[in-house]
T-cell receptor, first 115, second 111 residues
């Protein structure tokens, strides 16, 4: 596709359940990022993938959060045993090269609500 | 940890007024981006600045990168309701793979 695609666009889940969020980056983009955005706030870095290098997981808030990416394609962000404080919009972005050399292209996010 | 502070956090103005929003840091960035985000959508890139002192213009928007590459400003002339949105600055470093984002400025332009 022409842009970054995320699914689902909205997800409502009960506290304690696991959720999986998907991101399809722009074809040919080597870098992929996950950010979290709480209502009316800026973006909180979660994890970064660059090609076949080990991912930068320094932003993951707890061990309930994990993400995978196969090669330079789809990525999934998994949140286990969801808590109400996990409610937020989860944004995925890709860039052609490593950040600083090329800008981020964002999807429209997945709005997660934990009840 | 690299931090970016944006000010003001909220700004509400009338159509036709001018405004400036600021993005400040104690860290040096190799590049700085400004994004605009509308409700229900992801941020969209407006501009990238890479050279200290650089000024870029995009129609009614003027972006400036500080000489020391630690700060930036966005000036909007004759604001229009279509400029309403969340404006985010993001700094990139050659050593870090991720961009650092500010908390954003929420701009409302009333007709």
């Amino acid at each position: 596709g022409a842009g970054v695609s995320q699914s689902p666009s909205n997800k409502v889940t009960e506290k304690g359940k696991d959720v999986e969020l998907r991101c399809d980056p722009i074809s040919g983009h080597t870098a992929l990022y996950w950010y979290r955005q709480r209502l009316g706030q800026g973006l909180e870095f979660l994890i970064y993938f660059q090609g076949n290098s080990a991912p930068d997981k320094s932003g993951l808030p707890s061990d309930r959060f994990s993400a995978e990416r196969t090669g330079e394609s789809v990525s999934t962000l998994t949140i286990q045993r969801t808590q109400q404080e996990d409610s937020a919009v989860y944004l995925c972005a890709s860039s052609r090269f490593r950040v600083g050399r090329s800008p981020l292209h964002f999807g429209n996010g997945t709005r997660l609500t934990v009840t | 940890t690299q931090l970016l502070e944006q000010s003001p956090q909220f700004l509400s103005i009338q159509e036709g007024e001018n405004l400036t929003v600021y993005c400040n840091s104690s860290s040096v960035f190799s590049s700085l981006q400004w994004y605009r985000q509308e409700p229900g959508e992801g941020p969209v890139l407006l501009v990238t600045v890479v050279t200290g002192g650089e000024v870029k213009k995009l129609k009614r928007l003027t972006f400036q990168f500080g000489d020391a590459r630690k700060d930036s400003s966005l000036h909007i002339t004759a604001a229009q309701p279509g400029d309403t949105g969340l404006y985010l600055c993001a700094g990139g470093s050659a050593n870090a793979g991720k961009s650092t984002f500010g908390d954003g400025t929420t701009l409302t332009v009333k007709p």
